[in-house]
């Protein structure tokens, strides 16, 4: 694991792929995927459709030093593959305790890729975090599976308002302790 200066956050190695800070040269493929209803609609917070400025600001407050979520780049450009695959976030909570948040392009389903991610977020662990939320929602049990076969446990159902669907969609949560 390394840290790159410019926003002292962990570039963190994975199978075949960094995850790594985001710059502004990710904004046209974050556009692209985010912008895909598919992706848009398993996420709480993406609208659908995306509107303009959206992405530049996205990017702008991940790269804040005072943010409250890091975030990284899915990049596999150093394997000869594609810059941006998707992206996975940690979002700093109180008490030592993050949640996870994460999607994949379309493009990159079922390869492997979130598990991947996941797992080499996990190990690396570069918030210190004692405790790992995660929550998905129920129709996209995909991405429930990633959690599980990271080591996740089911801890209750509950709601969240997805923008892309404006409306309120049932989730399952999950947590991971991060320490014996």
């Known amino acids: 694991m390394i840290h ?9 190695a994975a199978e075949g792929f960094v995850l790594r ?11 692209l995927y985010a912008g895909d209803a598919r992706v848009a609609k398993n996420t709480s917070d993406i609208p659908h459709p995306l509107p303009p400025g959206t992405t530049e600001a996205f990017i702008a407050r991940a ?8 975030v990284w780049a899915m990049d596999a450009s150093k394997e000869r593959g594609p810059s941006l695959m998707g992206l996975i976030g940690l979002e700093r909570l ?9 999607w994949v392009a379309p493009a990159f389903w079922n390869t492997g890729l979130a598990s991947a991610a996941v797992a ?3 190990k690396a662990n570069p918030q210190g975090c004692e405790t790992v939320f995660a929550s998905v ?3 996209n049990p995909a991405s429930a ?3 599980t076969n990271q080591g ?7 709601e969240t308002y997805c923008v892309a669907r404006a409306a309120t969609v049932p989730t399952w949560t999950y947590i991971r302790k991060m320490t014996a």
């Open 120 to 122: 080499a977020l996990l």
């Open 137 to 139: 929602f129920q129709d």
């Open 63 to 70: 790269r804040e030093p005072a943010r409250k979520e890091d």
């Open 145 to 147: 599976r990633v959690l």
């Open 21 to 31: 800070p985001l710059t502004e040269a990710d904004a046209g493929l974050i556009e």
């Open 94 to 102: 109180d008490r030592e305790q993050s949640e996870i948040g994460y």
């Open 152 to 158: 996740f446990e089911y801890i209750g159902d509950a």
């Open 4 to 12: 790159d200066k410019s926003t002292a956050q962990a570039v963190i």
